[in-house]
């Protein structure tokens, strides 16, 4: 066949989706539900702040970037990290043969369920299948699961692991986000054998969705049933995040979505929030950022999805960012509106990274204290002072002033606040001492105890309105 994959779509698939990272949608792509009980759950996300996302499949064995390296048209970045000794379709099967020797009998369901509600997460965003099209629930559609005959972890208590992962997330009280892609690399109702766009596969399909409408609607009704089964057998789903964005009507690959969510919603779960990304349009109720963070505050849903590590996946060389760290991203995307969905690879063993537990643990530990200037609030004008310190935060009439510190900095005292008004208290939070205020031209000077001097700096403090 002919390819017909042309230089424009090439140039705008590298614009979406660069090295794995995909772009963000813009504000004015976003658009406002008219359902009243989608936009009472669109506030219930925003209350959130926090999320614990995880990429976790076969891929995990070899600590390599999911999926990606099966994408010819990506192999110069996503196979520069092995010596695979093969190319090509050889490749391929030594990727997708690695479903055979996935084995995580160590995997604890309450464990990282107790872990995630101690870090102060609120939702899970999990993978249910990447783009090499692994399902790690107990699906019909394919042989290529986690309870399939060939994955050795199929005789496991555990085999199903999304149902067991999302029943023990939801006995914590923490919500289910199930992550999707829409490309299967896996399906030849997707990658047709013989049907190669040339002698290099993409992300794409290996055909014309237009020349050969018969296979593309086998694909249109695989990825239905998939979607289906986990949105009425697998319990209560609070959003369906949908990846590989390039699956859209208006590049041709067009997986009627919209028909999908709808009749979902009639018939299911009318709760469901869809985050269909960087498509932008009615099905993308929350925009997703990938490995950053808007420059200013965004005024509608969103969350940055954002490694604790460098990888999405499990890396075994991988560095962690330190707690500080975190909560300093944390409270930045918090000024500016958002969530965070932290992402954690688990090791192919089932356990989590030993570093990853202690910074979940660490996480948790600064939120309990001053969780109140996080959850369930909303951007403040301004969000940050003109010196760059300071993040502020608002629920309702009160207004959070955050500190961030860098390692071995010191504590001033004295923090001016620019804000006026008859404010009469202030309280930093985790002491129940209240503050002295003093009105200024230049804004409310908050005076805090000479006692927070000494010590070690701490991560953050707040100090509440």
Same mark, same amino acid.
């Given at each position: 066949?002919?390819?017909?994959? @042309?230089?424009?779509? @090439?140039?705008?698939?590298? @614009?979406?989706?660069?090295?794995?990272?995909?772009?963000?949608?813009?504000?004015?792509?976003?658009?406002?539900?008219?359902?009243?009980?989608?936009?009472?759950?669109?506030?219930?996300?925003?209350?959130?702040?926090?999320?614990?996302?995880?990429?976790?499949?076969?891929?995990?064995?070899?600590?390599?970037?999911?999926?990606?390296?099966?994408?010819?048209?990506?192999?110069?970045?996503?196979?520069?990290?092995i010596?695979w000794?093969?190319?090509?379709?050889?490749?391929?099967?030594?990727?997708?043969?690695?479903?055979?020797?996935?084995?995580?009998?160590?995997?604890?369901?309450?464990?990282?369920?107790?872990?995630?509600?101690?870090?102060?997460?609120?939702?899970?965003?999990?993978?249910?299948?990447h783009?090499?099209?692994?399902?790690?629930?107990?699906?019909?559609?394919?042989?290529?699961?986690?309870?399939?005959?060939?994955?050795?972890?199929?005789?496991?208590?555990?085999?199903?692991?999304?149902?067991?992962?999302?029943?023990a997330?939801?006995?914590?009280?923490?919500?289910?986000?199930?992550?999707?892609?829409?490309?299967?690399?896996?399906?030849?109702?997707?990658?047709?054998?013989?049907?190669?766009?040339?002698?290099?596969?993409?992300?794409?399909?290996?055909?014309?969705?237009?020349?050969?409408?018969?296979?593309?609607?086998?694909?249109?009704?695989?990825?239905?049933?998939?979607?289906?089964?986990?949105?009425?057998?697998?319990?209560?789903?609070?959003?369906?995040?949908?990846d590989?964005?390039?699956?859209?009507?208006?590049?041709?690959?067009?997986?009627?979505?919209?028909?999908?969510?709808?009749?979902?919603?009639?018939?299911?779960?009318?709760?469901?929030?869809?985050?269909?990304?960087?498509?932008?349009?009615?099905?993308?109720?929350?925009? !997703?950022?990938?490995q950053?963070?808007?420059?200013?505050?965004?005024?509608?849903?969103w969350?940055?999805?954002?490694?604790?590590?460098?990888?999405?996946?499990?890396?075994?060389?991988?560095?962690?960012?330190?707690v500080?760290?975190l909560?300093?991203?944390?409270?930045?995307?918090?000024?500016?509106?958002?969530?965070?969905?932290?992402?954690?690879?688990?090791?192919?063993?089932?356990?989590?990274?030993?570093?990853?537990?202690?910074?979940?643990?660490?996480?948790?530990?600064?939120l309990?204290?001053?969780?109140?200037?996080?959850?369930?609030?909303?951007?403040?004008?301004?969000?940050?002072?003109?010196?760059?310190?300071?993040?502020? !935060?608002?629920?309702?009439?009160?207004?959070?002033?955050?500190?961030?510190?860098?390692?071995?900095?010191?504590?001033?005292?004295?923090?001016?606040?620019?804000f006026?008004?008859?404010?009469?208290?202030?309280?930093?939070?985790?002491?129940?001492?209240?503050? @002295?205020?003093?009105?200024?031209?230049?804004?409310?000077?908050?005076?805090?105890?000479?006692?927070?001097?000494?010590?070690? !700096?701490?991560?953050?403090l707040?100090?509440?309105?």
């Amino acid at each position: 066949m002919a390819d017909t994959h @042309t230089t424009e779509e @090439t140039q705008a698939e590298e @614009t979406a989706v660069h090295e794995g990272v995909h772009n963000y949608s813009s504000e004015d792509e976003w658009v406002k539900p008219d359902d009243p009980l989608l936009l009472e759950r669109l506030e219930w996300f925003k209350d959130q702040k926090l999320g614990l996302m995880m990429h976790w499949g076969p891929y995990s064995q070899l600590g390599v970037v999911e999926s990606w390296a099966l994408s010819d048209g990506d192999a110069d970045w996503a196979r520069d990290c092995i010596d695979w000794g093969v190319e090509g379709e050889a490749l391929k099967r030594e990727y997708f043969d690695l479903n055979k020797t996935f084995n995580p009998i160590r995997f604890q369901p309450e464990l990282w369920a107790d872990l995630a509600a101690e870090g102060g997460f609120k939702y899970l965003t999990f993978t249910t299948k990447h783009h090499d099209g692994f399902c790690m629930w107990d699906t019909h559609t394919t042989d290529y699961r986690i309870t399939g005959s060939d994955t050795p972890f199929h005789r496991h208590k555990y085999a199903d692991i999304c149902r067991h992962l999302f029943d023990a997330f939801r006995s914590r009280g923490l919500a289910i986000s199930a992550y999707f892609s829409k490309a299967d690399w896996h399906t030849p109702d997707y990658w047709a054998p013989g049907m190669e766009r040339g002698e290099k596969m993409w992300r794409g399909p290996s055909y014309n969705p237009q020349e050969y409408p018969w296979l593309w609607e086998k694909f249109v009704q695989f990825t239905q049933q998939q979607m289906t089964e986990l949105l009425t057998q697998y319990g209560r789903i609070d959003m369906l995040w949908l990846d590989a964005g390039w699956v859209n009507a208006q590049r041709g690959q067009d997986i009627r979505l919209g028909e999908f969510v709808e009749r979902i919603r009639r018939e299911h779960q009318p709760w469901l929030l869809s985050a269909d990304r960087t498509v932008g349009g009615p099905y993308e109720n929350v925009i !997703t950022p990938e490995q950053t963070l808007p420059e200013r505050p965004l005024h509608v849903p969103w969350e940055s999805c954002i490694t604790m590590g460098t990888s999405f996946s499990f890396n075994y060389e991988d560095t962690y960012k330190s707690v500080r760290e975190l909560v300093h991203l944390l409270v930045e995307i918090v000024a500016k509106g958002g969530n965070l969905a932290l992402n954690v690879g688990p090791q192919p063993d089932g356990r989590l990274p030993r570093a990853a537990i202690e910074r979940m643990k660490g996480l948790g530990a600064w939120l309990k204290i001053n969780g109140d200037a996080i959850y369930g609030t909303r951007v403040c004008q301004p969000y940050a002072s003109e010196n760059g310190k300071l993040r502020f !935060t608002q629920k309702g009439n009160q207004i959070y002033a955050i500190r961030l510190y860098e390692q071995d900095e010191t504590v001033e005292v004295e923090w001016t606040l620019p804000f006026t008004g008859s404010w009469e208290t202030a309280q930093l939070l985790g002491s129940e001492e209240p503050l @002295t205020l003093r009105p200024t031209e230049g804004g409310i000077i908050v005076t805090l105890p000479e006692s927070m001097r000494s010590g070690d !700096t701490p991560i953050a403090l707040c100090v509440r309105l």
